[in-house]
Nanobody
Framework: QVRLVESGGGLVQAGESLRLSCVVSGTFDELRSMGWFRQDPGNQREREFV?????????NYGDSVKGRFAIAGDFAENTVYLQMNSLKPEDTAVYYC???????????????WGQGTQVTVTS
């Protein structure tokens, strides 16, 4: 059974940094990518893409975080990190870890989600 557990969220002031971590447990025949999304519960918008990394180390970022956030992945340990620098109040959200892959013995490729970790940035 696949499980994603995030950690590292918290309350910081604008301009400060946080580092999120996510451990993906379970066994995969193929883990293709890991990444982060976020959602502001008070906004009701759908989850916003933040960053992703493939097992070939190709990275992709949402426009709002480019140049401030950096994603790193360890596919041997199935762990993904998000270094968030120069945080802004508009970065406040629940951050969700996600991965895409095929579980051991599975037929198709699925996406999996963590429960989220709160990041709050005050001005």
């Amino acid at each position: 059974q696949v499980r994603l557990v995030e950690s590292g969220g918290g309350l910081v002031q604008a301009g400060e940094s946080l580092r999120l971590s996510c451990v993906v447990s379970g066994t995969f025949d193929e883990l293709r990518s890991m990444g982060w999304f976020r959602q502001d519960p008070g906004n009701q918008r759908e989850r916003e893409f933040v960053a992703a990394i493939t097992k070939n180390s190709v990275t992709n970022y949402g426009d709002s975080v480019k140049g401030r956030f950096a994603i790193a992945g360890d596919f041997a340990e199935n762990t993904v990190y998000l270094q968030m620098n120069s945080l802004k109040p508009e970065d406040t959200a629940v951050y969700y870890c996600a991965c895409v892959g095929r579980e051991e013995g599975g037929i198709g490729v699925d996406s999996y989600w963590g429960q989220g970790t709160q990041v709050t940035v005050t001005s």
